[in-house]
């Protein structure tokens, strides 16, 4: 996949850029991840990943781009590859990844073999458009994850509201408006 550079001068002529530019940049939390998750460490040959810690970050700007996080455990000992998302009560979602403040889109992401894969701001995320208007804070909705071998992993994601205190510079700006 091509990255996609920031500049505003491009970005403001092209919303799916512009859209682009919102991820900043915090730091993973793998050991926290272990730490909070209720999954059972023992690897298990075919034991699908499970996904915790779901959330489903509303655009503080209506018809923008939510954004999606979670974490992935992969209990098998073989990696699995996720090569779809789809979550309920939105139209659309797709894998990014913020690398170096360029975003690239991700077409599959790989949980290692007994490991985690964390999606994160600042980090792989999923874009998610299309997000129904009666979705509200605190629903949970469905997250189905595809993976290359055709399984499929059931999530829940909790609808977050990313807060409206800047609501005027976030609608100038959507890199505003996406700011975790
Ligand atoms: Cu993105």
Sequence with gaps: MRPIALPFAIAALAPALLLL???????SNVEAALASSSVDNSPTAHALPVLTRGRLVLPAVAD?????????ANQGDSPAIVTNVVIEGTTNATMHETVGGTM???????????GLL?????????????VSPSLIVNQKVAATLTLADGRRVLGKLTVESQGLDDAAGAA?????????
């Design 172 to 180: 100038d700006s959507a890199m505003s408006g996406m700011k975790m």
């Design 104 to 114: 690239q889109s991700l077409p599959t992401a790989t949980i290692p073999a007994g």
């Design 118 to 130: 964390n999606f994160e701001p600042g980090g792989k995320h999923v874009m998610v458009d299309g």
């Design 64 to 72: 923008h781009p939510a954004v999606a996080y979670f974490t992935l």
């Design 21 to 27: 530019a919102g991820c900043d940049n915090s730091g």
